[in-house]
């Protein structure tokens, strides 16, 4: 039987999938950013495989972002198909709204980790200026400068009130240096102001700066220092660097991970890579204006090479190492063994700063007597230095980038992981009858004070900017605790003075953004008698 329908019966048409007009438009803007999203992960796919290393979190996360864009275009193809029915558009435009939040998220999460965690190597900065003073003594100066567009500098100094000028004549500067230079001026006068300007070629930067001669090391006086180390810029300015320099120090003495080669993921074997991450700290405002008015010290801990260095000179320390002599280490005092660590006097105080990466016994191994932290040769050197200095200078400041206590777990430090060698240290003094020890460090992260097990006093601070401070789980030892705050930026803060009798050394720990002191120790030479 065959039905016919009656004239003027409503009939339907059969069902159509149809997209409506404002369903197409979204199909087709979703489309397109499907489209852009897969040349934006293509584009840093390339970079990643091209400037920085493979590794499984860096896959991963380009991966889920793949799957989110692919999700998105899924669910926007599949959205639009019931389009007409307004339902069905309602449910799609909530699944429209819930992808393109997520795609925002993931979108915005690349942008922050692109744009400022890999900062350095998409923007190296390879045009940056730079100047820093280093080592002051009585009668020497010693200063790094780089400019990439020149290749001769030269350095006009004098007395300050005086007509002439003398000038270093023209120096060479190296490209395989990445333009950097360390220039010293000789044959100063003890404590005496100086002006000196730069000339690059023929050519003045016109800025005319000053600086200091110290008194003669066996001269009683007053100065300050600081020491701080850890060092992360991602966006922020470092403010460490401004509260430190409020404090007017004569110098500060830099222990280490002036940058952070593995954040955040692990380095790649090319001296360019370890470059661009000096130029990027010393573009910071406040690390510019403090290197360039207070000589600095620098010694170098793991993270100018990789996380808890322990292989000695194996890759990458090579290039590691030059990259940081070009940028910092080149201004410290000359070392006659040609090594890393350093020593320098001011007003019957001398200072030994350690190098405990270089020589250092892999961590894991059992501690024992073979097992050192800076090799025979610097264990040698520190102990000729204490016997040097032991009646000629009234404090003996022994500066380790690493903690000398045993109250944190932690086997990168003295007293989890060198015990031995730290007591051997410390027995050698005092079977010599060296007074005046004093220990500062740096590296863990928190702000404490200890009086160790053999009557030494050890202050330690970090970092001056970059990180909160890292959860660290403190044990027992036969270390006292004197202080201890953890979660902050801090640096420490120490005021000499050799000029009374006892003589003085005034301590301060300070959070960095606080700009306040949050510990105080006061000590005289007494109380560093052994």
Known sequence: MINVAKAGTDTKPPTMSVRTGASNMAFWVFFVLFLLSLGWIGVHMWMLATIFPWNFVIVSYWLAMLGTTIFMFISC???????????????????????????????????????????????????????????????????????????????????????????????????????????????????????????????????????????????????????????????????????????????????????????????????????????????????????????VYFMYDDHEIVNNWDKKQETPYGIAIKAWNEYCGSCNPENPKNQAWFTFDRGLTSFFVLDVRGHRSPTEQTDSSSKTMLGIVQLRALEDWLLEVKDTAVFKILISPVPWSGNIRDTDTWGRGYLNERNQIFEFIKSNNVNGVVLFSADRHYAAAFKLEHGFYEVTSSPIDGFTGLPLYKIGSSDEELFYDGGDNYFTHVSVDTTVNPATLDISIFDSYTEKAIYNLSLTSDDTNI
């Open 77 to 295: 193809f599949f959205s639009g198909e019931h389009g007409c029915n307004d339902k069905c558009s309602k449910g799609s435009c909530i699944k429209i709204g819930v992808v393109t939040f997520f795609y925002a998220l993931a979108y915005i999460t690349t942008f922050f980790v692109i744009t400022f965690m890999y900062r350095p190597q998409i923007f190296p900065m390879e045009n940056v200026d730079i100047h820093h003073i280093g080592h002051v003594s009585d009668t020497q100066v010693k200063m790094m400068w780089r400019n990439p567009t020149e290749s001769v500098v030269s350095i006009d100094f004098r007395v300050v009130g005086d007509d002439r000028w003398l000038t270093t004549g023209e120096i060479p500067i190296d490209v395989d240096d990445d333009s950097t230079i360390s220039v010293t001026l000789n044959n100063l006068s003890p404590d005496t102001e100086y002006q000196y300007r730069p000339f690059w070629g023929s050519e003045s930067l016109g800025e005319i700066r000053t600086f200091r001669t110290t008194v003669s090391s066996s001269t009683p006086t007053k100065f300050s220092f600081v020491v701080s180390s850890c060092v992360y810029k991602i966006w922020q300015d470092l403010k460490g660097f401004e509260t430190a320099l409020d404090q007017s120090p004569d110098f500060l003495v830099h222990v280490g991970d002036f940058i952070y080669t593995d954040q955040p993921w692990f380095p790649v074997e090319e001296i360019e890579f370890y470059r661009a991450k000096y130029r990027y700290v010393y573009t910071d405002v406040h690390v510019r204006k403090f290197v360039e008015n207070v000589p």
